[in-house]
């Protein structure tokens, strides 16, 4: 076991079990290839658009008015049914739907660190404190410790790690590994869970099974049906259930054929003559195709139609310039915040891309009309977004 992990623990070390286990290292670059594949077959996609209404006729819903959040106007989008997928915000969003109040969810907030490369190896762990169940993994080039899980009341968006939760993580990973640099915080991650209502139980304990609600039958409201709940590791079977619901409701035969299609990215991509003719440093290379797969040859087009767009952005990072502008023309991003932590995981690096804000700016701002004003703002956005996730950060 040293031999495989050698900053483990010797003291009163037995041996280890071996698990397999998959990670998805990017799942905002899942989200996003879902959504691509979603506008490949048709769908709208609405960026930034927060919906603040139902547009109810009787008892039907008939779709919802949303707030363009960057264009700063009110929309009516009519639909034939209308599916609420709103996470922990779920209680909040169909409020206005219910006859009770009575909550659907459970919300407990988790964070993790994100360290100096701690391990060599994924390790599940069981807290000393609590004998609570936790992760040290490696990731990217960077180390996890997580997760908390603790209740949490107020706005999922203003989740943030705080003193206790660092603290704990610490000192439980360091219970195994008692030298490495669990000290060394690069950034934490917080989130909310949203779980299936269970009263009497602690929070680890909740089951993470997901529930749709189908509000016609509940309460009579019909054309809408909300998700509660649902890992994202089942994403696509819970997608794929909902859909069978909507299709049933609207009377549609059909068979879901999303278990067998690989998304965007999955599909073979060509690269060979680009990669030639282009001589991208290999890590570079590595990196565009380790995040968008297949559609890593859309970024070495728009890089060899123009070739100031295969060069670095940030010192400590592969990316390439060719990434945002690909980010803004394909993938919806309207903000830096988009494009560096949901887009290109640039901000997911130690440095968050803080010191190449200003230039992946001035790429963003001619695409996007953005005057001196509107980029200065934007990089105040910027900072002020990643800000929760550096209270902890030691460099
Ligand atoms: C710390 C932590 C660790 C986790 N680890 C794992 C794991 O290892 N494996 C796993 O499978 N799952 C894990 N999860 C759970 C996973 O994150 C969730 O299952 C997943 O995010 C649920 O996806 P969702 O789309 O239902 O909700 P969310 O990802 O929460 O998305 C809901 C979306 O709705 C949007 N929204 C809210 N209100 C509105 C509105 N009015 N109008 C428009 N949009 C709105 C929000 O902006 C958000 O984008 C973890 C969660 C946490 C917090």
Redesign the pocket.
């Known amino acids: 076991t040293l031999a495989a992990e050698p900053s483990l623990q010797p003291d009163g070390l037995a041996g280890a079990w071996r698990f397999y286990d998959a990670q998805v290292p990017l799942v905002e670059r899942l989200v996003v290839e879902n959504v691509v594949d979603a506008a490949d077959h048709g769908a709208l996609v609405l960026n930034h ?4 209404a139902f547009l109810r006729e009787g008892d039907r819903i008939g779709g919802a008015r949303v707030h363009d959040a960057i264009g700063a106007r009110d929309l009516e989008i009519r639909a034939r049914f209308t599916v609420n ?5 779920l209680d909040e ?1 169909i409020a206005p739907l219910r006859r009770t109040k009575q909550r659907l969810l459970r919300l407990t907030k ?3 660190l994100v360290t100096r490369r701690a391990t060599e190896h994924a390790h599940v762990l069981f807290a000393k404190s609590d004998g609570r169940l936790f992760f040290v993994l490696p990731w990217l080039d960077a180390t996890i410790v ?2 908390t899980d603790t209740d949490y009341v107020g706005d999922p968006a203003d989740a943030a790690a705080d003193e206790d939760d660092v603290r704990y993580l610490q000192a439980e990973a360091r219970h195994a590994f008692p030298k490495a640099p669990f000290e060394e915080i690069h950034f934490t991650w917080a ?4 779980l299936v209502r269970e009263e009497g139980v602690a929070e680890g304990e909740v089951s993470r099974k997901h529930a749709l609600f189908d509000h016609e039958r509940r309460e009579g409201i019909a054309g809408v049906i909300s ?1 509660v709940g ?4 089942a ?1 696509r079977a819970i997608a794929e259930e909902v859909v069978d619901a909507v299709s049933g409701k609207l009377e549609r035969r059909g068979r879901s054929t999303t278990a067998e299609q690989p998304l965007p990215g999955a599909r073979a991509g060509d690269f060979a003559a680009r990669e030639r003719e282009l001589s991208l440093e290999p890590a570079s290379l590595a990196h565009l195709k380790r995040v968008y797969g297949g559609r890593a040859r859309e970024l070495l087009d728009l890089a060899a139609a123009d070739r100031s767009l295969a060069q670095p952005l940030c010192p400590h990072h592969h990316g390439v310039a060719a990434e945002v502008v690909h980010a803004v023309k394909t993938e919806w991003a309207m903000t830096l915040g988009d494009v560096l932590l949901r887009r290109n995981a640039l901000g997911l690096s130690a440095c968050q891309g803080l010191d190449c804000v200003d230039r992946v700016a001035d790429q963003m701002g001619p695409l996007l009309a953005w005057d001196a004003d509107r980029r200065r703002k934007e990089i105040e956005a910027y900072r002020h977004e990643v800000e929760p996730m550096r209270r902890f950060s030691t460099e």
Do not use: D, L
């Open positions: 658009a927060r919906a603040i997928a709103t996470g922990p915000w969003t988790g964070i993790h997580g997760t989130g909310v869970r949203a998700v649902g890992k994202i590791t994403y």
